[in-house]
């Protein structure tokens, strides 16, 4: 995948879209990393860890409908994913945290 050119803005758009009204588009499935650590048993590499935070999330986890938190969640994840996975990297583990929910 090319992240270089300017029509990635317009494919990263039309996949959101699709993804809000036909679900998630990526396999999320951490099975290639999973590989890779298999590789490299007992072995020193090097490894990038990102921590991306969601402006607002707890606000938003608040006041949306669970469902539709989630999806948004998911499509960020799926994005990110994409992107990692565009320069060649890997995705071990999405985490997600929120302090609150309605009860």
């Given amino acids: 995948m090319s992240f270089t050119n300017v029509s990635v803005l317009e494919q990263i758009r039309a996949r959101v ?3 809000l009204t036909a679900g998630i588009q990526l396999n999320m499935s951490t099975d290639e990393s999973k590989k890779l650590l298999k590789r490299h048993v007992n072995k020193k590499t090097n490894v990038v860890i990102i ?3 969601v402006n607002n999330s707890t606000e938003m986890s608040l006041s949306l409908p669970e469902d539709r938190f989630a999806l948004m969640i998911q499509t960020f994840a799926q ?3 994409i992107a990692v996975t565009g320069y060649g990297g890997y995705v071990f583990k999405c985490c997600y945290w929120t302090f609150s929910r309605r009860i």
């Fill in 79 to 81: 994005e990110i994913s």
């Fill in 51 to 53: 921590f991306i935070d």
């Fill in 17 to 19: 879209a699709k993804t």
